[in-house]
């Protein structure tokens, strides 16, 4: 009964509040007591009515406060399987303390009068659903406006906090239907019928072959985590990645660079893109005049290139969620990079609480390549330990995932970088670049450990294949020059890499 009563008064104030709001802006917030009593009374003498109704409304689907009690009483006896009626409905308000707030069991009566067509309850759930939708709008609305006068408000926080309820003001009262299989199926063979008349990947191309070979290129709604120890070479994969889906395939792509600024990512795409050493990019070694051209020829494609890229730092995860769906619906975009997840804001309300915050990004991430179709490839830190394991060539495993397991539990897909040369494991010393891409997870299909090469001169990584045929080819070279004879009759093997930037024609 205490309970109760600390309770009542909290609701009312609610409502209060809703009410007050609306007669500041001159009107009453959106309501229809009679849709409530008919759905109420409907729920009295219709069990058919029941599931229907208990599946999609919730008390605040109902704007009288006597509405409100009658609904939940109803609500706590369908949980206890009780038969719903005039006695139980009336028991369980008493119990409560409830019954003469609402007006007693002539109340109840009455309500069995207003009852319209009980045909008509779905269409009578629909209203009550929208009014429901638009006070909670208005509610969010005015909490905005009131932090939006207050100058102890940080700009970030209110935009962080401004969108989280208008968030969920829209997502707490929409519900996916249930589908049956058999349209399932059907949608599924349609699926199979595409992707047979349709040659190459089903994805977005990795643009390396091996990669590609296992994943069939990124596949749509999957959330990809790409995780390695700092300097291991993250964001150096992932821009190629990038580079690959928008410059040779014409994929739109979205990068989040909340760790680099957007000019040093577009320096380190000019090093792969052209060849030339990342001293002469950065300034410390002068450009040659024919350099200068060599930029102009070689930076065309990648100048004009879909790639956008954003480089606000400590996005907050509601914030990068707007702007994806803003992207994805404006320039088409097809693949999503963030990097790297650890560096987002979570929901404000779990600030200081670590692993739930983090958590709650990697369940949002998954959530927005799945709304909006489209693969989202995230980078994570590995933890310490990873380096310290004895035996196994310290290969990276899901375990070491920092801050969370949550990031595991919620990827479709894990992938690590292992470089031999930066954990100290190459036999030869002068093997430099070595480097396993491990697919620890692949929800939909196999795992696997892909050999490559990374060239840190050109910030770029290839196959191991053909890095041997490049190796070929400059042995050939070398043996030509050393007899007199010219080199031109050196021809790569199809899939090597061009001196200018050219990558596998693996589709």
């Known amino acids: 009964m205490a309970d109760e009563k600390t309770r009542r008064p909290a609701r009312r104030k609610d409502k ?4 007050t709001l609306g007669l500041e802006v001159g009107n009453l917030p959106p309501q229809a007591l009679d849709v409530e009593e008919a759905v109420l009374g409907a729920l009295l003498i219709e069990p058919n009515c029941i599931d229907e109704a208990m599946d999609e409304l919730t008390p605040s ?21 009780v ?9 369980k308000l008493k119990s409560s303390g409830n019954l003469d707030a609402v007006g007693g069991t002539v109340a109840l009566v009455q309500l069995s009068q ?29 909490d905005i406006l009131k932090a939006s006068y207050d100058e102890a408000v940080n700009v970030d926080d209110l935009i962080d906090m401004s969108q989280t309820k208008i968030f969920a003001a829209i997502q707490n009262n929409v519900k996916k239907d249930v589908q049956e299989i058999g349209n399932v199926i059907n949608d599924a063979l349609d699926d199979i019928q595409r992707l047979q008349d349709s040659s190459g990947l089903s994805g977005v191309p990795s643009g390396f072959p091996s990669v590609d070979k296992i994943t069939l290129g990124w596949q749509a709604s999957d959330l990809i985590i790409l995780a390695a120890r700092p300097s291991v070479g993250k964001t150096a994969f992932v821009l190629n990645l ?3 889906a928008a410059v040779d395939h014409n994929m739109p792509v979205a990068f989040f660079s909340l760790e680099m600024p957007a000019i040093q990512l577009a320096k380190r795409m000019m090093v792969s893109e052209t060849r030339l050493s990342a001293d002469k990019i950065k300034g410390g070694v002068k450009l040659q005049p024919w350099e200068w051209e060599q930029l102009d020829i070689q930076l065309k494609r990648l100048a004009t290139s879909p790639i956008y890229i954003d480089d606000t730092p400590s996005l907050p995860v509601m914030e990068f969620r707007s702007k994806v769906k803003k992207l994805v619906k404006q320039k088409g975009v097809r693949l999503v990079v963030v990097d790297y997840l650890q560096l987002m804001q979570g929901p404000s309300e779990l600030r200081g609480m670590r692993e739930q915050e983090v958590a709650a990004i990697s369940r949002t991430l998954k959530a927005t390549a799945k ?19 004895v035996g196994s060539n310290r290969r990276p495993q899901l375990s070491d995932l920092r801050e969370s397991g949550s990031i595991e539990q919620d990827a479709d897909m894990v992938i690590f970088i292992h470089r031999y040369d930066y954990q100290g494991l190459n036999e030869d010393p002068n093997d430099v670049g070595k480097t396993q891409i491990i697919i620890a997870k692949h929800r939909n299909g196999a795992i696997a450990d892909i050999d490559m090469r990374f060239r840190a001169d050109e910030v770029r990584f290839v196959d191991e294949q053909e890095s041997l045929v490049n190796q070929a ?25 061009d001196d200018f930037g050219g990558t596998s024609d693996f589709a």
Do not use: W
């Open 16 to 19: 209060d509040n809703l009410g």
């Open 61 to 81: 689907c109902f704007y009288s406060e006597k509405h409100r009690m009658i609904f939940e009483a109803m609500r706590s006896l369908n949980t206890e399987h």
């Open 83 to 91: 038969a719903l009626d005039f006695l139980s409905v009336s028991q």
């Open 114 to 142: 207003k009852i319209g067509a009980a045909a008509h309850i779905e269409y009578y759930i629909r209203i009550l659903k929208q009014k429901c939708i638009q006070r909670e709008l208005i509610t969010a609305s005015y």
């Open 242 to 244: 990038a580079r690959n």
């Open 371 to 389: 709304e909006m179709n489209v693969p989202i490839i995230a980078l994570s830190q590995l933890s310490r330990q990873s380096e310290n394991r």
């Open 473 to 497: 080819a400059s042995i050939s070279v070398a043996s030509a020059m050393n007899n007199d004879n010219p080199p031109f009759d050196v021809t790569p093997s199809v899939g090597a890499s």
